[in-house]
């Protein structure tokens, strides 16, 4: 008797087909999840470190607070104190004058940079002056720190111990001085508060040396 090889039969190929398909399917869903969870890491790795940059660098200004209030732009009259803490919502929120500005290429200027923080547009932005005392052509150097940034709020510890919204605080501070005693007055402590579409509210409060 002859031996016939039997194949497979339509259905049974079809079948086989199908099974593949389903499988393969299977493994490109698991592949694109990954991919896209890998993004989104990626992603979230990314504002954490903005968020991170955004408090060291506001931290490091705060603890290098100097006492040294700057010029008006026109005439040598003391403008603004060491720090000008504004109410919550105002441009700038707060501008300050710190000591220790790095100087690697020994540039012949002060160590000390006059700072100020804004928020535009859900963007958080540092930027710095050439020259402690600007004046007219004077330009800022610009530098967004941190994005998606719903509010920023900056309160100040008074020697009485107690918050206040605003630097320095007038008539809320009696010992803070006037005139240009007042514009040298630093606070005890600075509370900042960054209200974040990815992490929240973030709460930092930072001791300011006497």
């Known amino acids: 008797m002859r031996a016939y090889r039997r194949g497979f039969t339509l259905l049974e190929l079809m079948v086989a087909l ?10 490109y869903g698991a592949i694109n999840q ?5 993004e989104s890491l990626k992603e979230q790795q990314a504002h954490l470190l903005e968020l991170q940059t955004a408090v ?8 290098q607070l100097a006492p040294r209030p700057v010029r008006q732009a026109v005439g040598d009259e003391p403008a603004q104190g060491a720090l000008v803490g504004a109410p ?5 929120m707060v501008a300050l004058t710190r000591d220790g500005w790095a100087n690697p290429a020994g540039i012949q200027r002060t160590g000390l940079q006059r700072v100020a923080y804004l928020l535009e547009n859900g963007t958080l932005r540092r930027e710095y002056w050439n020259v402690l005392d600007p004046t007219l052509a004077s ?3 610009k530098r967004d720190l941190l994005t998606h940034v719903k509010s920023a709020t900056i309160r100040y510890l008074d020697q009485f111990h107690q918050w206040q919204d605003q630097w320095p605080p007038g008539g809320n501070c009696p010992t803070c ?3 240009e005693q007042a514009l040298r007055s630093r606070p005890q402590a600075v ?4 209200d974040t579409d990815d992490w929240g509210k973030i709460v930092r409060i930072i001791e300011i040396a006497g």
Do not use: N, Y
């Not at 199908?18 to 493994?27: L, P, R, T, V």
């Open 139 to 141: 330009t800022t150097v």
């Open 191 to 194: 509370e900042i508060t960054l």
């Open 34 to 38: 990954a991919l896209t969870s890998r």
């Open 88 to 92: 919550p919502g105002t441009q700038p």
């Open 18 to 27: 199908f099974i593949a398909a389903i499988m393969f399917a299977m493994g």
């Open 177 to 179: 001085g006037t005139g």
């Open 56 to 63: 060291r660098l506001m931290e490091q200004d705060f603890v």
